[in-house]
């Protein structure tokens, strides 16, 4: 069974950085697409940041540059490095693999504050 577990997210002022993992299992990580996405209420959720089962990664516009997506196969885990965040960056994150759209964990919240 396919299970995200998603970590890292807390409170940090403006200009910060955090980094959110995600550890997945019922899946082998390194021949599978993955994506961050942030979801805040009453918007849908958004694709961050996504790395594919080759290594290549892609952005958001609005996280190019200061965020760095990565994954460690040894760990089954994908990372999220998050730097200098913004306001707007607060949301609840999540992970997940794209060849199985349905699974999702629980996020993780990230408040960045002025």
């Known amino acids: 069974q396919v299970q995200l577990v998603e970590s890292g997210g807390g409170l940090v002022q403006a200009g910060g950085s955090l980094r959110l993992s995600c550890v997945a299992s019922?899946?082998?990580?390194?021949?599978?697409?993955m994506g961050w996405y942030r979801q805040v209420p009453g918007k849908q959720r958004e694709l961050v940041a996504v790395?594919?089962?080759?290594?290549?990664?892609n952005y958001a516009d609005s996280v190019k540059g200061r965020f760095t997506i990565s994954r460690d196969n040894t760990k089954n885990t994908v990372y999220l490095q998050m730097n200098t965040l913004k306001p707007e960056d607060t949301a609840v994150y999540y992970c997940?693999?794209?060849?199985?759209?349905?699974?999702w964990g629980q996020g993780t919240q990230v408040t960045v504050s002025s």
């Open positions: 997940n693999a794209h060849r199985y759209p349905n699974y």
């Open positions: 019922g899946i082998i990580l390194s021949i599978n697409t």
């Open positions: 790395i594919f089962s080759g290594g290549s990664t």
